[in-house]
């Protein structure tokens, strides 16, 4: 069994994989960008995809392949990951898998992060050993398949994604030359950021462009200690029946008063809940109605229970599901309600592993 | 570079420099298999599931039959047919342990179970047996019931771990932690 015929391109550079796309459609050619290919060729070999063109980027160093970087956004500290980074390079991550973490001079203590469980939960569970060796982070995000395990985590971690373009190409969004390099001459490349709830549309279906390139994932890495992933997977395909994701952040810090009493907020109550949801409906989502359950509430176990059975509806009061997904191996009920054990499974998780003071 | 049907690949397999000029759809499995005739990695389901045609590429376990040809340009392959010590013909510690624990019935898998289990003790030098298992999910078994071949893997572990400490890197990575934590915890 093998692929369709079709062209292959080897890019270098992000600009030479933009012109091998512009090429492409100035030629009417359907054209697919291939990092890992885990889950391109095998719907290549069923013909369920058959490109033209077939562009690989695995070797762009734009796309920081296994590289991060932290940064402060919206007063929280995040991690930018390189689209190309592979399961396998992820898990190894010592800011994501709370191992030892050298700063690049000498002047950083070597030290331990945090880590994310949810990060480690669903890189234990997604696939195999030897897809999660080629299988990249910004592939399946590209990917849109509503049984992907990772975006459910990368969405309750409030992922932004950074996609390159040819310059004044999506001028909505645009944001300036990217890559920047100094001293060096104005780069023809744009970028947007788009937030991974926004880009997420449906069945195989993002708001990524033709012409476009996912090259970073930027994700919250403070105060996730609280989180978790469960999944009830398809015993062959090991792809997720249901999936949830939960992170969870406490109250936390003081107030002091003009008399200069000192309140302590971290009284154990939740300040703020995400949960995503995957392999149910179209495409992953946040389950807003029961995190709106959990917002500023003690986690009891009835509040928690509650929660878990608002986990499938479209929005708080309302008495809509979201859009449910069934097939030959589950129907769109047996889903819903694995959702919501799975998200009572999560939340009692992500609260074993303590948090409360961070 | 301009896209094209037939590309040139050139790579490293089992230390040895091969090139060839192959249509672009071709999958690494089957250009190891029709192309060099090293026809121990095996095709087994075709659907990325079974793991019967797993090889090391630059010394990572992979599917070969979800890897194209001109994706493994420029890089190193390792099939099973390179496992095996090339001075005397002995046996990986890994192979040696599947004849021991008879770690086989008709013997399909076994190519691609044995490149997996390499990968996990280089991974996991000393792993549970709970580990064994976990890594092996991208392997199936159609005869044995997995029994012999998780024995397999637990005694090519401690055999590993008899001859030589585990790989430099690891090594290394852990000597240069530990004083760094023994710190922060005394």
Known sequence: MFPADFAYARARTLDEALDLLDEAHAEDKEAKLIAGGQSLLPMMKLRLAAPEVLIDIAGLPDLGGGGWMGSVAGGHLSATLGALSTYRQLSRNSLLNGGLIRGRDENVAPHRGEGIPAVTDVLAVLADPQVRARGTIGGTVAHGDPASDLPAVLLALDAELTIASRKGRHPETHLGPYPRRAGKEPSTIGKREITLDDFLQGIYTTDLAEDEIITHIRITTQGARASAYEKFPHPASHLPLAGVAVVLTYKSGRLTDENGRVTDLADGSIAQAAIAVTGISPRPYRARAAEALLNGAFPTPETLAAAAAQVTMASTGSSDRVSLLGDQHASADYRAHLAEVLTRRALAKAIARGGRNS | ?186
Do not use: W
């Not at chain 2, 090519?156 to 990575?173: D, G, K, Q």
């Open chain 2, 1 to 186: 570079m301009p896209a094209a049907r037939e590309v040139p690949v050139q790579l490293t397999v089992n230390g040895a420099p091969r090139a060839a000029t192959v249509p672009a759809r071709t999958l690494l499995v089957h250009f190891l298999r029709d192309h060099l005739g090293l026809t121990g990695t095996h095709v087994g389901c075709d659907t990325t599931q079974c793991g019967a045609c797993t090889v090391a590429l630059d010394g990572v376990a992979v599917k070969s039959c979800t890897v194209l040809a001109a994706q493994a340009d420029g890089h190193e392959v390792t099939t099973i047919e390179g496992l095996a010590s090339q001075a005397d013909g002995s046996l990986h510690p890994v192979q040696q342990a599947f004849q021991d624990e008879h770690g086989l019935q008709c013997g399909y898998c076994t190519p691609g179970m044995v490149m997996a289990i390499r990968q996990l003790i280089e991974d996991h030098p000393d792993p549970t047996e709970e580990q064994v298992r976990h890594a092996l999910d991208g392997n199936i078994c159609r005869c044995t019931g997995y029994q012999n071949i998780v024995a397999a893997a637990l005694r090519a572990a401690s055999a590993t771990a008899l001859r030589a400490p585990a790989s430099p890197t690891a090594a290394a990575l852990r000597a240069a932690a530990s004083p760094t934590a023994a710190e922060r915890e005394g």
